[in-house]
């Protein structure tokens, strides 16, 4: 059963976004009627179907992605970061909680967060174009996972960052990029090199979005280019859902080790 003080701490960390929804939901949603105004209505009007789907419909599962982790990250790393610039955190950490709860608290809370702006950007995608759910509990599953993953990674982000400038950086130039570059606005398949997708497949975003794409449309860019053996080519999104479980978890226990070690909290 959860205790007293863990869900007071998760029930002020998700009031701390859900009582400015002017600079937590409505940044997300505008973006994204602009990115499928530009690049679904304008540019995918120019471009063929991809992988048999409409281009506006094949952005829908990266676009989503970009948004949930997004706000995961930044929810837990602006959450860990201002507890410590204004020293508040040191309630928390006096708090009779152990450690990994509350590491799990942050990142439920920021996850939640994340999983919000997720929906939001499904109910935006869905005004311009139809969309179904081939693999519904698929799809919860891999959106649970990654907006925990990039909930914990928000929280080193966090502890490592010494001003606000960093966590701008982190966010901006090096969590986007790498989400732009995994196969949100175009296929794998697209590519005529072999080696062309084979860096593709360094980027961890890829399987993030594959993943989604799949419980969401049905189709799997890793299915297609065969990153298991042919007999096992169908079970690509379960693997890359597993690995997304496994490396989630080392995440949490990394960050659970921080706190233990009091990394950044004391500084």
Known sequence: MLSVGFRALFRREVLRFVRRPKNTFMPPAITNVLYFAVFGLILGGRI??????????????GLIVLGAISNAFENASFSIFHGRWNEYIHETLTSPLSYAEMVV???????????????????VGRLFVPISIEHGLFLVATMVIITALFAGL???GGLVARDFDDLTVM????????????AVFYSLETFEQAWQVQISLVNP?????????????GYSDLIEV?????????????????????????????????????????D
């Open 48 to 61: 063929d179907e991809i992988a048999g789907f409409p281009y506006i419909l094949f952005i829908v599962p």
């Open 105 to 123: 608290a942050y990142v439920a809370a920021s996850a939640v967060r994340g999983l919000i702006v997720g929906v939001i950007i499904a109910v």
């Open 154 to 156: 928000g929280i080193i």
């Open 171 to 182: 966010n901006q130039f090096i969590l986007r990029p790498l989400v732009f570059f995994g």
């Open 205 to 217: 975003m890829v399987y993030m979005v594959d993943s989604v794409r799949y419980g969401l449309l």
């Open 226 to 266: 065969g990153i298991l053996p042919a007999p096992y080519a169908d079970l690509a999104p379960l693997f890359s859902l597993g690995v997304l479980t496994t490396v989630t978890a080392v995440v949490l226990a990394i960050d659970v080790y921080l706190f233990k070690t009091g990394y950044g909290l004391t």
